[in-house]
Every structure is written in structure tokens, then in C-alpha cells.
């Protein structure tokens, strides 16, 4: 059994600032990537941000230079910080893991989603 819980989520105005966090937690023997998709009402899923194992990211070209995501692989935690936020930054962002558990199996885990709300 794994657990992604994610928190941070909230309401900011326009150029302000949230940080998001997920620890993954369970039967889990490695991860390989961690990242964030977002969902805004009446849109597809997509990444914002994710980072490997190693350290190296991927980021959305809308949200480059003002996200940056970091992870503790020691804690099993992958963090969002958000700055210069924009009202099309308002979504649900979910936490997503690419991981192997103790039993080597290797799936995808989602997160439950924590809302982003950002005010004009």
C-alpha cells in the first residue's frame, strides 16, 4: 500500500506565493520521479513539474522561471514552490510518483489533489 498526501494548497492574490507539498509514504522501495500535474476546470491533466531521482527537472514552459520543484529523497517528499502566481495558475494540483515497491513492482501514485486558487 502506498499514500501520496499531499498539502499546501490555498488562496493567494495574483503575484503572490504557495508551497506545495507530498510525502509518499508505504510499502515503497525506490522512486524514480516525482512530480505535479495540474486540472483547471474543463481541461486535460498536465505536468507542471517533475524530478528524478537524480535531480534533474522538467518543467511546463508556462510555469518555468517562476515554479521551482525540489525533493528529499531521504523524506520520500517532493516540494512546489510557487512564485509570481497567475489567476490560469487556479487549479487542482495532484501529486504523481513513478515508483517501485518492496515487492518491485513499478506503477504510477496519484495524490488526492490539493486546490489552487488564485485571485485577480
Known amino acids: 500500500q502506498v499514500q501520496l498526501v499531499e498539502s499546501g494548497g490555498g488562496l493567494v492574490q495574483a503575484g503572490g506565493s504557495l508551497r506545495l507539498s507530498c510525502a509518499a509514504s508505504?510499502?515503497?522501495?525506490?522512486?524514480?520521479?516525482m512530480g505535479w500535474y495540474r486540472q483547471a476546470p474543463g481541461k486535460q491533466r498536465e505536468l507542471v513539474a517533475a524530478?528524478?531521482?537524480?535531480?534533474?527537472?522538467n518543467y511546463a514552459d508556462s510555469v518555468k522561471g517562476r515554479f521551482t520543484i525540489s525533493r528529499d529523497n531521504a523524506k520520500n517528499t517532493v516540494y512546489l514552490q510557487m512564485n509570481s502566481l497567475k489567476p490560469e495558475d487556479t487549479a487542482v494540483y495532484y501529486c504523481?510518483?513513478?515508483?517501485?515497491?518492496?515487492?518491485?513492482?513499478?506503477?504510477?501514485?496519484w495524490g488526492q489533489g490539493t486546490q489552487v486558487t488564485v485571485s485577480s
Open positions: 504523481h510518483a513513478l515508483l517501485s515497491t518492496i515487492s518491485r513492482k513499478v506503477n504510477d501514485y
Open positions: 508505504g510499502s515503497i522501495f525506490s522512486i524514480n520521479i
Open positions: 524530478v528524478t531521482s537524480g535531480a534533474s527537472t
